[in-house]
Structures are given as structure tokens and as C-alpha cells.
């Protein structure tokens, strides 16, 4: 498998460490509902067969997380972009 | 049967000699160990899986079944090597397998006897009473029986590469459609590889006998290879097969040396390769199929166009009187070739009423005895190898009999299309050639030629060429479609035909597993009809060859039986590799030390001259102890190390911590996040020990992190934790966070860092400062970190630590200076008898401290658990907080961290050892927890540990029980404070 | 039909023409008192137990291909209870005693095979971690050996002790582990399932849930609605995409784990071997090819293949561990896709749907879990409550914190 990262160009997958999901947003550690909040950011997953949206890291190249749309059913790669923006 | 006199791809100036079960033979330059046992009239080659029954050799290329050899021998050999591929050098050395005491003399033949009680999955019905009788009995004796070759001797001597490719255009497959498509996309300028299984491109070109333009194919063949090896763009790779299709690359093998009796120096014997390509066409042909009919395993019996190869590539005649059994024309077209070359082709049986007039007129012409309407129905051999002598035949309702020692057979010809499935792409039957053709092929592929059933010479070139310049086309570069010149096509009408129904004797469709027609019915009965169950079930398409001769006769058996069409019936997955491929080449370096990369301390010379013991740590290897002489046993060294750090000073190296640099406005905020205790309000100059959590609240790592500037901070984590602490910060900075003013940077390779220990600590370190340089209690407090020079201008991080709970100081230099920094250090300290020590001292004071380390990080333990819990802070957020405050991580009851010492004191402590309380059952409802790290501890004069007990501090006092079966330990501990050392920290303050 | 040396002697002399189908292959009824999704072992065993242990006879298993065609048939066959929580160990001990009378219990030989297994350690840190485990596999009753260097020698002379980067120290046995057929074990319990009534109905998939309020009455299929008293879901791999029917997003990621196989060979390698320096296990099979594999290829997929990073990094841990594997060929690689929890142990419990039970998230290890599985989830769905040996697989451990987690890499399912 070959990431395109934003900032290297098509890489091999096995320069890279993979987290999942990148839809999930850590929630407000003070809100009310917090305990809940956590345990579904921690924990559950959608885990779609299909469009996959997840956190690889470029740890053999330029170290950025970055965000890929995958199909978990192909592996085909439809793009991939930066986390944190232009940093 | 024989060689004939003249013709083929075989270089007759170049004889090699060769030896095949002992008895030694000649064949020449480019032939195979098939061709050339055939040469040599070498009917009987293998044994096969079952029933041992005798086989020959069945085909010319990777489908073969049945010639399976040892090729090689000791740590050479290399188990059930396809003789039809294996390329014939001056030495070769091969043995027949799976058959004792001798290949004519099977023992395990008499299998045979017993076959009719051996039907598909007898064993899943028998072999079960006694129960315990599997293990000891049945299964050793199936054991023994089973397998094919014996694997080598010993340690694989020969080298394995890897290597990276990228092109545009991959092309699989040189025989005419490649070569074609590697022309078109050639010419037109696209960076292309044409790569081959065979060490001879052309494909059919070789093996057939027809007019390509004004030159018979070989020639076209070769000429073609010229141009291409002529373009500089284009890398043509023999020897080479392409064996999987992956998620953007394609896996190929290249058999470097295979063809060698040694490597050449310096050279591997196979390499991997990895092709990145943007396009890729699949021109690997097609495979013929066996008919299904009883003794149709005998030696003598082989594929129609295997035997047609054997007479025009390699010059050999399969046999001395030679029958055909076919459903198709190409078979007729092989025995008119053979019969060109020289072969004594004497009958044609065709299954069909009517064959083309101009078949049977060709036929008649050249002598040969048609029988249409025709089937086989039995074999009958020689006594001793089986080989075949005569046929027995059907022709409407009468019986016949027939001389021959060989039967070239055809059912028709099965398209390659393997690789085109690795994506999960499933074939599709196609009536008309009864065959199977691609379907969904991979992203980027596209198939020509016989691949996808394209059988006439003229559109195969031609289909080769458009695809050729259309890949280039679509690349952007400007593709004009080579000249096509006239070919003769052959036809290539078939009949579909699968098995001789009422035919005598077993009717192999799958000849290496030994799976019969009469199997098949047997999963039909049992109701193991889809495609997968079938195949489980009976075996069939399970052997080494993957059932590419036996699988769609299976299936269309199968078929017949549930009246079912064959598409409806399926068809089984082909999963990579396309041919099977060497562990040994897909391991390539990566074995023996070299199996992973070792780190090496910048103190590592230094440490190796004073005469460390090294031990691998992770990637590491770091020094373990420092034996001196007359020290024979660990220990002793140990508690030497440990008692001179103690009374005096001592020293190591530490470089391998994680040290990670943070600067920018926000670090404090940004640590203050991921530790659980609060980095903001820490001052310059100071640092901190610190513990951080992951998200689900269980602990991660600890280590100090210092205040070097305003904006600067380092932090230290564990060596185990290093990297996986870097790439979490990272996630923090640029995911969670990244409006904060961090920049990270891993610099555990710029630092080399040395901890110096014990009381005189601070009389050495100020040897090695320069001038000015205060190291004072109050220059340097203790957990100061300050940015000074040392050893005349070298710039230096001194930090005020402990690990080992002894006054202590580490000192960071540039990577590049740290070897000269050990030396310094062992210079100003050995007025103090200065005492390098390892690993094992560095754990023995930290046990000795009560300090966590890699057993009580465990990943389990959350920062209650070990004591850290009024560390947390109250007033901020981390990572960590919400979940650590579920109830499962808050209860009391969880094991949590205190010291252990034997109530006897002459009791040697074990980690490992479960806690139980005494009196109580020995049960895992009774587990109270386990010790994590032993220490003997020489200041204390007995075995020290550490452990996670239930609700341990609260037991301070308390004897338990320490359980450790698997070493056959069993004897109580008395729970106590971890730190078994200056509690109070005096000395580290001092 | 039983089977027996003298049914195959029987059928030998009539010319195979005795034998019936193993199972009937049945067409779905309009109800049921259960219905188990999923025909692989763990369904297929849950109906077996729940008629033979629990007396629930109106049972179908619905498949929504054929029988064994997900995980049962593409696993490396292994067997074992060597497990350190314990909220594991107990369970997969009691799959081991049940694997230990199966073939007399089915009356099918699934060729369980007790030739032991042996996890290596390399380091004084992993010893005193397979100490631990030892320990712990006592305190559950199985069997346990920790060995010294020369005592894994005896076992294993081939294995390379002399040139390792990361030489061998020794390793924790495991006698009564081994291997079992994958598709006898499947076809075995499907025989006695179907003779003790239950219906196994091929080619029938899920594509809902009949629903009454907040529970769950029975199961849209590809061959009709079909009600059903308690529906129970063993589809690892497919977890969440079933879950996902009824509402429920689960502690879930789907990953794909490789496993490879190579040319037949003569007996070299006689238990089951793991590495502990690298990714990497191996048996032989009795047919002689080695059976071995790794880690996980590490991102979701549904697809059912890996790629070759894996391959190699098991190849490199196989030639690192066994350096005369270098010249025998790999046969065949498959990928099969894991239910990978999100702290690496199973889930056996009820869901928050009324009538709907879960049985799931396996991870790769989820073959020697099979009778167990089965076993503990028809007690659930016969009596509401966990069995004794699996009160710790709760749905809920996530929200609780009682975590069981083995490895102790946290909410990362591609560490586990």
C-alpha cells in the first residue's frame, strides 16, 4: 500500500504508524456527560466497510500525522491531506 | 524419448552432466531437469502424495504436479522442486522424494491396495477410538506417511536480496502478447519491464512451430528481445516471476542464481522485488488441462502441448510411439508439429464425431491414425514403474486396444488467470472456449493474449500491441501500434469434455493429492458440493501446484453431478503466491544478527575495552555488567558494581532514554497536558520528574523533563518507550492541539548522556567542567538542570537525577563527544576508584529506590496502582483524567505497588511469582497480584522485590504467599515499602 | 449415520455409496425459538451446545455463505490456554478440557492434536513475564513448563541458538496445546448440530432486524423474514457490520490478519513454536506444509488479503528463528478479517437490545476459542446469565473500566 503524503509524495505504508478513525474529536473533558463522551471517543468505533476516514503517521519520513480517505473493502486511496492545517 | 537428432532451443555444443537418484546422465545447455530426464528416457520421476502410485513427467512449465524432486543436497536441498522448471546446470544433483525404500520400490505403494477404503475425509470419520490413541498412534504413522520432500539439512548458506522497482509499464509475460505490449510501450518511450518465469522469453514462440512474417516464431521470438534489450527504457527480467499483485506494488521473485550450481560471489540466490508500477499488463498465458480418465496418472501420460514442447523447444522426443486423446484442435496441431520434428506420432483419439476436414486431411497426410468419436478408458503399464505400454479404448460402443508408450492428452486450455484474482476478482465462464476468463482485474491491469483467452497467434500479437500502446497511450505518451506481420492462425475449436465416464481403474483429476473422479462423487454424497467445501473436503487443488491442471475438471465434474452449470458452481480463489516462493528470499538480510538493526551506545568502544558484557535490549545493546577478573559469576560482579556506586562513585551510560527537545511559547501548557502533573510552573533550571497517561488513564510513561529556557524545554522518557512517546506528542501537537506554539524534535541520537552516581559524584563531575563551571549544592540543587562546557568547550547539559537513589548528576554531550566523556569521567574519578557499571546495577539500586520501570509500566497499570496517585494534578485536565476515574481503575481492591522480602532471608525471590494469601486455595480466584522485579540487594544482604499486590500498601506487615509453580517456588514474603533504600531521600539531597 | 472404522470399511466394500449428506441443508421456517447468525465454529457450536446441553431444539444457524467459509477456514489452526488475566485464562481452559473429549463428544474427527506449543522468550524480562503466565495458567489448572535454553534445544535442535540477534533463552510449554483441523472442527459440530435437529441454513444473510419496540423478534434475511425468540450474533469479523443493523456501534475495528502456508514436507517441525523477538508462530500440518503466520497488517479492512510488509516481516522472524526454512516455498497467503476489540479480548454477553446477543470481537485468537465460545454463549442465551467462565467478557467493560488486557497496549485494537 502506498500513502501519498501531503508533505513526501507516494510512500510505502510500511514507513508509516496507523492510529484509525480520524472522524473522532476529543470531547470537552468538563462537559456534564464527559465519562460518556470518553468512553465512546476511547472506545467505539464506526468501522465502516467501505469509505474510511484515519490517522496515519509518517514515522520513517516527515513525522506529520496525516489524514487519509481509505475504502476499507479496495485499500484504494482517494487522497490524503495534512493534520493542524499549514503548520 | 529420446533426443532427436537435431532442433530446439538446446545448445548441443554445451552438454552438462546431471545426476537423478544417484546415476549420473547428460542433457545440455537449456534444457530443464524434465527435458533432460526425458532425454535420457527417465520415465519414472515422483511418487505421488496418497497412494504413492508411480508418475512421470505430466507437463513443461509450473503446473506440473507430478515431477516434484529434491534438488540439491545437505543445506542446499531444496524439497519438491518442479523438474519442468528447474534449469538444467553442469552438477545438478536432484533425488526423487516421498517414497522409500526406493523410487521403483515404493513401500507405501501398497497404500494403493487399501485406496478403496481411503475415500475423500476417511479420516474424519475413523482413528478416533481410543481417544488417546490420535497422538500416540494414528497420527505419527499419517505423519510419517505425509508430507513430499525433506527440507534442508541445514542453515540456508546462500544470500537473499530485496530490491525496489518503479516503471510505468509492467508487463508480465514474454511470450507473444508481451512481447508485443512491451514493444508498443517501448517504442513509445514509457519506462517498461517485461518480465518472465522462464529463462527463455518467447513463451509458445519457443514451443510451437509457426510463421510469424518471413521467420518461424523463435526466431521472431528472439529478434523482438533484441530490439527490446536495444531500448534503453526497457528492462527485460528473465528468471523472474511476478507472484503477487499487492495494494499498489507487484511481488516478484528474480531467481539470480537458481540456474547456478553456487551463487557467483557476492551474489544472491533469488532476489525480491517490489515494482511500483503505474500500469500492468498480464500476458502469462495459459495452462492445458488434463482429461479425467481411468490410469490417465500412468508415466507415458502428459499434456498434448507439453509434449509438442518437448519436441520443438527442447529437441525430445516424450516417447517412442506416441498417442493423442483430445477434445480440441490445438492437441492436433501439437501432433502435427511432433510428427514434423521427427516423433512417432501413430493415433489421434478425439472425443469428437467431426473434426475440421483440414485437420483429418493433415492428419491422413502425414500417416497418422484418426480416431474420432473416440475415448480412453484404461491404461495398462509396466509391471515395475508403472510406465505406460497400451491404451484401452471406446469408440460409439466398441472396445479397442492400443499400443503406445506415450499419450499426449488435451481437454483444452485454461487461461493463467491468477493474479488477475488477487484483488478478489473472481473469472467467468466463458462457454465458447470453455474456460475460465479474467473478471474484475486489480486497479491498473489489463489482460492480453491467452490470459484472456486469445488462443490465435495473430490476435494475441495484436492484442498485445494495442494494449501495449494503450498503456503508454494513457501514461501521455505518444504510442504508435508496431507493424503486425501475417501470422498462420491455427483453429481452435473444443468441445467441452471433462472425464471418461465407465473408464477402468482410478481417474485422477487432481494427480498429485491423488484426488479421483470417485472422491469427488463421495463430497457430492456428503454434501460438500460448494466449490470450498469440495476442495477442503476431498483436498483437491491443495498441492503444490494449486490445482492448476485439476481444478476446473473438478469443478465441472462437480457440476455434472449437481446439474449445475460451472459458473453457477463457482470457482475457488487463487491467492498469491502466483508460483510458491522461498522463505528464504522474502526474509532476504533480515536473519542471524542481521535480523534487525542493533543500536549501538556512543560508549559502546569504550565500554566492549572495559571488557562489558553486552545484552540486547530492544534494538540495543547495551552493557549488562563489567566482569573483572576472577569475578566468574554475575552476581558477584553485580553486587561489586552496586557497593563501589554506594561507597563511592560510579558510572554509566543512559543515552538510550528517549530524550525529546520542546520549544516555543506553549510548552508549558502543551506538558501540562500530557503530564498528569503540572511542567507550567516549573522553573528554569529545574526539572521534574514526571508521569503521563494515555487516553483510557492507564500509564504510559514516566521520566524528568527539564526547564532549560523560557520556551525550552527536554524531556527524558524510557528506553522501551521512546519512540511510541515522540509519536503520541506529535498526535497531541498536531492533531489535538495545534493552536499551541510547540515544535518537537527527537534528539535521543544528537545526546550522548552518562549518569554518574554515588557520594563522590560531585567530586568528579567537577573535575570535568570547565573552569567556573559551579557544581556546588547550591550551583547545581538537587533536580537542577543546567546548560554549561565541559572537558574544555564542549557543550553540555548537566542534570541533578537519581536514579539509584545515591547524590547523582547525568551529563549530556553531543553525541560525538560521549566516548570521550566516558574516558574523562573514568580519568577524574579514579582517585575514587571510579565503577562503570551496567544495566543490572542500574536495576538493582532502582529496586533497591522502589523506582517503576519497564515491569510496573506494564501498560496495565494505572497511576494510582504504583503510587503515583497525589501526583495527579486536581486543577487541569491531561490526558487520561476521565477515563482513569472509571470505577474499574479506582478500585481498591486492584493490585497496586509495594516491596517484597523473604521471610527467610536465604530465599532467593522470582519475578513472575504470584501472590496468594496464605491459607488460601492455590486457585486464580485466590490471586492476590504478582511480583513485578527481584533485586539481590547487597546492602540489605538478602533477595528484594517489588510487586503489584490487592490492596497492598494498606498490608504493610503482612506475610503472603509467593507462588511460582512454573520454577517450583513456594514460600511467603513479607509486604513492605518499596523503598528499601534511604527512604528519605538524604542522600540524593546531600 | 455414525461414523466409525467400520462404516469406512463398510463403504469401501460397497464402493463409497453409503454416505449421506453430513448436514441436511436446510431451508429457513418462518420462526424460531433461536437464531444464530453466523455458520462458522462459534455459531455453529453455540446451536450444537444449546440443543445437546440446554435442550433447545428449534434452533437455525443461518450462513450467509457456507458453512466455515469466514474465520474457521482460514485460521492457523492453533490450540492452547496460555493466557494471563484472569478474566481469560479460566475460559480458555475450559476450552482446552472441551477440545480434549470433542471428537468423542461430535463423533468426528477434527484431528485434535495435542503435540504441545512452546512460546520462546529472549530476554530475563520476558522469561519473568512468561513466569507470570505460567503461574497463572496453574492457578487456572492448565499446565505450564517453563524451560532454560538447553531444555528448548531438546525440543527444538533446529531452531538458531548459536547466531541470533536475539538468541533464544528459553520458553513456557504448553503440552496439551496444539492444533486442531479448522474445517473438521466446523463440519463436526455442524453434523451433531443437524442431528440434534437444529437447521443450518446456507446462502441466507442478514440484512436486518425485525424489531418490537426496543427489542429485537427476528432477522430480515436474503431468504425472507425469519422471527426468532433470542437472536445471537457470532459473525466476527462482520461485527459491526451487523451490530450496526440494530443500532449498536460497538468497541470495534475489523483488521486483516495473514496466514501462510508452504509446500508439503516431511515431519520437521512437531509442536507449535512461537517467537519472541518478532512477530511469528508455526505448526506443521499432517499433510507436512508449514502453517504459520504473524501480526496483523495494522489499518481497518474489510478485504480479506494483506500486503507484503507482513509477509516479509514474517518471513524475516521465520529464516531469524529457523535459518534452514530459506529454500522451502510458501504455498499459499489468505487474509481473514478480525474482530479486534479495543482491548483485545472477546465480548460474550447480552447487547442493550432486548432478544439480542453478542458474541464477538475475537480478535486472531478466536479458533482455540471455539468450544468455549460456543459453550459459554448458549448458556447466555438459554439461561440470561454469563457462564462462569466468561463473566468477564462483558459488553460494558469499556464504560466500567474493567478492562482485560493481555498485552497491555490500551484503546489501540492494531497492538493487540
Known amino acids: ?87 | 524419448m529420446s533426443r532427436l537428432p537435431s532442433g530446439g532451443r538446446v545448445d548441443r555444443a554445451r552438454s552438462l552432466s546431471f545426476r537423478f537418484d544417484g546415476k549420473t546422465y547428460r542433457g545440455f545447455s537449456g534444457d530443464t531437469l524434465a527435458s533432460a530426464l526425458l532425454a535420457n528416457q527417465v520415465r519414472l520421476v515422483g511418487r505421488s502424495f496418497k497412494y504413492h502410485r508411480p508418475r512421470g513427467i505430466l507437463s513443461a512449465g509450473p503446473e506440473e504436479p507430478n515431477a516434484l524432486v529434491e534438488l540439491r543436497s545437505g543445506a542446499r536441498r531444496e524439497p519438491n522442486t518442479r523438474a519442468t522448471v528447474a534449469e538444467l546446470y553442469d552438477g545438478l544433483d536432484a533425488a526423487s522424494q516421498n517414497r522409500w525404500p526406493s523410487l521403483a520400490l515404493d513401500a507405501l505403494s501398497l497404500n494403493g491396495l487399501v485406496a478403496p477404503f481411503l475415500g475423500a475425509g476417511f479420516y474424519y470419520k475413523t482413528f478416533m477410538w481410543p481417544a488417546k490413541f490420535w497422538e500416540s498412534v494414528y497420527e505419527p504413522a499419517i505423519r510419517r506417511a505425509a508430507g513430499l520432500g525433506r527440507a534442508a539439512e541445514g542453515v540456508d548458506p546462500d544470500h537473499y536480496d530485496k530490491a525496489h522497482a518503479f516503471c510505468d509499464v509492467l508487463v508480465i509475460g514474454a511470450g507473444p502478447a508481451g512481447l508485443m505490449a512491451a514493444l508498443a510501450a517501448g517504442r513509445a518511450g514509457a519506462r517498461v519491464i517485461l518480465a518472465d518465469e522462464d529463462f527463455l522469453a518467447g513463451g509458445r514462440l519457443n514451443s510451437e512451430v509457426a510463421r510469424i512474417g518471413d521467420e518461424p516464431s523463435h526466431a521472431f521470438a528472439a529478434r523482438t528481445v533484441a530490439e527490446l534489450a536495444s531500448l534503453p527504457n526497457v528492462r527485460i527480467m528473465t528468471r523472474t516471476s511476478v507472484f503477487g499483485i499487492y495494494d499498489g506494488e507487484y511481488g516478484a521473485v528474480e531467481r539470480v542464481s537458481d540456474h547456478l550450481a553456487t551463487p557467483a560471489p557476492f551474489q544472491p540466490r533469488q532476489r525480491l522485488w517490489k515494482i511500483a508500477a503505474k500500469r500492468a499488463i498480464l500476458c502469462a498465458g495459459a495452462t492445458e488441462r488434463p482429461i479425467v480418465f481411468g490410469g490417465n496418472d500412468r508415466p507415458g501420460v502428459m499434456l498434448a502441448g507439453s509434449a509438442r514442447s518437448y519436441a520443438n523447444r527442447y529437441g525430445v522426443a516424450a516417447g517412442k510411439s506416441v498417442a493423442f486423446f483430445a477434445n480440441n484442435d490445438s492437441a492436433w496441431t501439437s501432433a502435427f508439429d511432433m510428427k514434423a520434428a521427427g516423433v512417432n506420432v501413430t493415433t489421434l483419439i478425439d472425443i469428437r464425431r467431426e473434426v475440421a476436414p483440414a485437420l483429418a486431411a493433415r492428419a491422413k497426410a502425414l500417416g497418422i491414425d484418426v480416431r474420432t468419436d473416440t475415448q480412453v478408458t484404461g491404461t495398462t503399464g509396466q509391471p515395475i514403474g508403472g510406465a505406460l505400454t497400451g491404451l484401452a479404448i471406446r469408440t460409439g460402443g466398441r472396445g479397442g486396444r492400443l499400443a503406445a508408450d506415450t499419450l499426449a492428452m488435451s481437454g483444452g486450455w485454461s487461461p493463467s488467470v491468477h493474479l488477475t484474482c488477487h484483488h478478489g476478482g473472481k473469472p467467468v465462464w466463458q462457454e465458447d472456449i470453455a474456460a475460465f476468463v479474467p473478471g474484475r482485474t486489480p486497479p491498473g491491469l489489463s489482460v492480453a493474449g491467452a490470459a484472456r483467452g486469445t488462443y490465435g497467434l495473430g490476435d494475441t500479437l495484436a492484442e498485445g500491441a494495442r494494449q501495449g500502446s494503450e498503456a503508454a497511450g494513457d501514461l501521455g505518451f505518444t504510442a504508435t501500434r508496431p507493424d503486425l506481420p501475417a501470422t498462420e492462425d491455427t483453429p481452435a475449436g473444443i468441445t467441452a469434455f471433462w472425464h471418461v465416464q465407465g473408464s477402468k481403474g482410478p481417474a485422477f483429476v487432481d494427480q498429485q493429492n491423488d484426488v479421483t473422479a470417485k472422491d469427488l462423487g463421495i463430497a457430492y454424497k456428503e454434501g460438500f458440493r460448494a466449490v470450498e467445501l469440495m476442495k477442503r473436503y476431498t483436498t483437491l487443488g491443495m498441492a503444490t501446484d494449486q490445482g492448476r491442471t485439476s481444478n476446473v475438471n473438478g469443478l465441472a465434474i462437480m457440476a455434472e453431478l449437481t446439474g449445475a452449470s460451472i459458473m453457477e458452481t463457482g470457482t475457488t480463489i487463487f491467492r498469491p503466491p502466483y508460483t510458491p516462493v522461498s522463505l528464504g528470499v522474502l526474509g532476504g538480510h533480515h536473519r542471524g544478527k542481521d535480523f534487525r538493526p542493533t543500536r549501538l551506545t556512543p560508549t559502546h568502544a569504550w565500554a566492549a575495552e572495559q571488557g562489558a558484557v553486552f545484552i540486547e535490549t530492544g534494538p540495543w545493546l547495551r552493557a549488562q555488567y563489567f566482569p573483572k577478573a576472577g569475578e566468574t559469576d554475575w552476581l558477584t560482579t553485580v553486587n561489586r558494581e552496586v557497593k563501589a556506586v554506594r561507597a563511592s562513585v560510579g558510572m554509566i551510560d543512559v543515552s538510550t532514554f528517549g530524550k525529546i527537545d520542546l520549544q516555543g511559547r506553549d510548552v508549558g501548557a502543551f506538558l501540562d497536558k500530557v503530564y498528569i502533573n503540572t511542567f507550567s510552573t516549573l522553573a528554569v533550571g529545574k526539572a521534574r520528574y514526571g508521569v503521563m497517561l494515555r487516553e483510557d488513564g492507564i500509564v504510559m510513561d514516566d521520566g524528568t523533563t527539564a526547564r532549560l529556557g523560557p520556551e525550552h524545554y527536554v524531556m527524558t522518557t524510557t528506553t522501551a518507550n521512546a519512540v511510541k512517546v515522540f509519536q503520541h506528542l506529535e498526535f497531541c501537537l498536531q492533531v489535538l492541539w495545534p493552536e499551541l506554539d510547540v515544535t518537537l524534535a527527537s534528539v535521543s541520537e544528537q545526546w550522548a548522556q552518562i549518569a554518574i552516581a554515588g557520594p563522590r559524584a560531585r567530586d568528579v563531575l567537577a573535575r570535568v567542567v570547565d573552569t567556573g563551571v559551579d557544581v556546588s549544592n547550591e550551583g547545581l540543587p538537587f533536580m537542577g538542570a543546567i546548560e554549561r562546557t565541559v572537558m574544555g568547550g564542549v557543550k553540555a547539559r548537566l542534570f541533578r537525577l537519581s536514579f539509584s537513589g545515591e547524590l547523582g548528576y547525568e551529563i549530556a554531550v553531543p553525541a560525538r563527544h560521549g566516548e570521550a566523556l566516558a574516558r574523562a569521567l573514568m580519568t577524574a574519578g579514579e582517585e575514587f576508584g571510579i565503577t562503570p557499571y551496567g544495566i543490572e546495577a542500574l536495576g538493582v539500586m532502582r529496586i533497591e529506590k522502589g523506582h517503576v520501570s519497564g515491569n510496573e509500566l506494564s501498560g496495565q497499570t494505572s497511576a494510582g496502582d504504583l503510587g503515583f496517585g497525589k501526583m495527579a494534578s486536581t486543577k487541569k485536565d491531561y490526558i487520561g483524567r476521565v477515563m482513569a476515574a472509571r470505577p474499574g481503575l479506582k478500585d481498591p481492591d486492584r493490585p497496586a505497588f509495594v516491596g517484597f522480602k523473604p521471610v527467610d532471608p536465604s530465599q532467593r525471590l522470582r519475578a513472575g511469582a504470584h501472590f496468594l494469601t496464605i491459607g488460601a486455595p492455590a486457585d486464580m480466584a485466590h490471586d492476590q497480584g504478582y511480583m513485578t522485579s527481584v533485586a539481590h540487594s547487597p546492602h540489605l544482604g538478602h533477595w528484594i522485590g517489588l510487586g503489584l499486590l490487592k490492596n497492598g500498601p494498606a498490608r504493610i506487615g503482612e506475610r503472603v504467599r509467593a507462588y511460582d509453580p512454573v520454577r517450583g517456588n513456594d514460600f511467603e514474603v513479607e509486604v513492605c515499602s518499596p523503598a528499601f533504600i534511604d527512604p528519605n531521600g538524604e542522600r540524593l539531597r546531600g | ?416
Open chain 1, 1 to 87: 500500500m502506498r500513502i501519498p503524503c501531503p508533505y513526501c509524495g507516494a510512500r510505502d505504508a510500511s514507513e508509516f504508524a496507523y492510529l484509525g478513525d480520524a472522524t473522532l474529536t476529543r470531547p470537552d473533558p468538563a462537559a456534564p456527560d464527559a465519562d460518556e463522551a470518553f468512553h465512546a471517543y476511547v472506545y467505539l468505533r464506526d468501522n465502516p466497510a467501505g469509505a474510511h476516514s484515519e490517522w496515519w503517521y509518517h514515522s520513517a519520513g516527515c513525522r506529520r500525522w496525516v489524514k487519509v480517505a481509505r475504502d476499507t473493502t479496495s485499500h484504494a486511496i482517494a487522497g490524503a491531506e495534512l493534520a493542524g492545517g499549514a503548520r
Open chain 3, 1 to 416: 449415520m455414525r461414523y466409525s472404522f467400520l462404516s469406512v470399511l463398510k463403504n469401501g466394500f460397497t464402493g463409497q455409496s453409503g454416505w449421506k449428506p453430513a448436514w441436511r441443508d436446510a431451508a429457513p421456517k418462518p420462526a424460531y425459538d433461536v437464531i444464530i447468525v453466523g455458520g462458522g465454529g462459534h455459531g455453529l457450536a453455540t446451536a450444537f451446545y444449546l440443543a445437546s446441553e440446554h435442550g433447545i431444539r428449534n434452533i437455525a444457524v443461518l450462513e450467509k455463505g457456507h458453512i466455515g467459509s469466514g474465520n474457521a477456514g482460514r485460521n492457523t489452526t492453533i490450540i492452547r490456554s496460555n493466557y494471563l488475566l484472569p478474566g481469560n485464562e479460566p475460559f480458555y481452559e475450559w476450552s482446552m478440557k472441551l477440545w480434549e473429549g470433542l471428537e468423542q463428544a461430535l463423533n468426528y474427527n477434527a484431528m485434535v492434536s495435542q503435540r504441545g506449543i512452546l512460546n520462546l522468550y529472549h530476554s530475563d524480562a520476558q522469561r519473568d513475564a512468561y513466569a507470570r503466565r505460567g503461574n497463572a495458567m496453574r492457578l487456572a489448572g492448565a499446565d505450564s513448563e517453563l524451560l532454560d535454553r538447553e531444555g528448548v534445544r531438546a525440543m527444538y535442535p533446529f531452531l538458531d541458538f548459536d547466531n541470533a540477534r536475539f538468541p533464544i533463552q528459553g520458553g513456557l510449554a504448553q503440552r496439551r496445546g496444539g492444533t486442531a483441523r479448522h474445517d473438521a472442527v466446523v463440519w463436526g459440530y455442524a453434523r451433531a448440530a443437524d442431528q440434534l435437529g437444529v437447521d443450518i441454513v446456507q446462502n441466507c444473510e442478514v440484512t436486518g432486524f425485525l424489531t418490537e419496540g426496543d427489542a429485537i423478534v427476528g432477522v430480515e434475511t436474503s431468504r425472507g423474514p425469519i422471527r426468532a425468540g433470542k437472536v445471537g450474533l457470532a459473525v466476527a469479523g462482520s461485527s459491526s457490520r451487523v451490530a450496526q443493523q440494530a443500532g449498536l456501534r460497538l468497541p470495534m475495528e475489523s483488521h486483516v490478519l495473514q496466514a501462510f502456508v508452504s509446500e508439503g514436507l516431511k515431519p520437521l517441525v512437531d509442536g507449535v513454536i512461537t517467537f519472541g523477538a518478532g512477530h511469528f508462530y508455526i505448526s506443521q500440518s499432517d499433510k507436512g506444509g508449514l502453517v504459520f503466520g504473524g501480526d496483523i497488517d495494522g489499518y481497518n479492512s474489510y478485504a480479506q488479503r494483506g500486503n507484503l510488509p507482513v509477509v516479509e516481516d514474517v518471513a524475516e522472524s521465520g529464516m531469524a528463528l529457523m535459518p534452514r526454512i530459506g529454500r522451502l516455498r510458501l504455498l499459499r497467503m489468505w487474509g481473514g478479517i478480525m474482530d479486534m476489540s479495543m482491548d483485545g479480548s472477546p465480548i460474550i454477553d447480552r447487547t442493550p437490545r432486548p432478544g439480542l446477543y453478542l458474541n464477538s470481537g475475537w480478535c486472531y485468537g478466536g479458533f482455540k476459542a471455539t468450544p468455549a465460545s460456543g459453550w459459554c454463549f448458549a448458556h447466555l442465551l438459554a439461561t440470561d446469565t454469563p457462564h462462569a467462565t466468561g463473566t468477564a467478557f462483558k459488553l460494558d467493560r469499556f464504560r466500567t473500566g474493567h478492562l482485560i488486557d493481555e498485552k497491555g497496549v490500551g484503546a489501540q485494537p492494531n497492538l493487540h
